[in-house]
């Protein structure tokens, strides 16, 4: 196992640890320098509040760690590819590299419904991968959290 799968596996616990508590099951950790500096997981419903998505979450306890809510050189990892709000965050942070297992295909802003991170406008650009071999992990998931709840 790599350290990349590692960090993703992680998220994928947290994703995990969200479902249990009657979230949607998504999962992020940021990383810097090898070492997990945030970890997040939904929680919208439990704190009442719209903008508790897992990646925001990771990014106010990496953003704490550091002492700075920029995070140059930083990895998030996540279970889902993140929505509008979440691309507009990882550009406000400055994070270097995003890293996301299934895809959103009504609300992901990096490939699916649209690709915010590939705008020329921004001040900053955030590479992004997929790392498809967590993706079926991810969706099955969320596939069985909503399953549950219909």
Do not use: K
Request: proline share 4%; charged share 20%; net charge negative.
């Amino acid at each position: 196992m790599t350290l990349n799968d590692a960090f993703m596996l992680r998220a994928l616990e947290l994703a995990q640890q969200a479902a249990d508590d009657g979230e949607v099951p998504v999962g992020a950790v940021v990383v810097d320098g090898g070492r997990i500096i945030g970890e997040g997981r939904n929680a919208q419903i439990g704190s009442m509040d719209p903008t508790a998505h897992a990646e925001i979450n990771a990014l106010r306890v990496a953003a704490a760690t550091l002492a700075n809510y920029r995070m140059p050189g930083a990895t998030l990892y996540v279970t889902l590819e993140p929505c509008s709000m979440c691309c507009g965050a990882l550009v406000h942070a400055r994070i270097e590299t995003l890293v996301f297992a299934a895809r959103e295909p009504r609300a992901g802003a990096v490939v699916s419904a649209r690709n915010l991170l590939d705008e020329s406008a921004f001040n900053h650009r955030v590479a992004w991968v997929e790392a498809v071999e967590h993706a079926p992990a991810s969706a099955t998931m969320l596939r069985s959290f909503f399953r549950e709840r219909r």
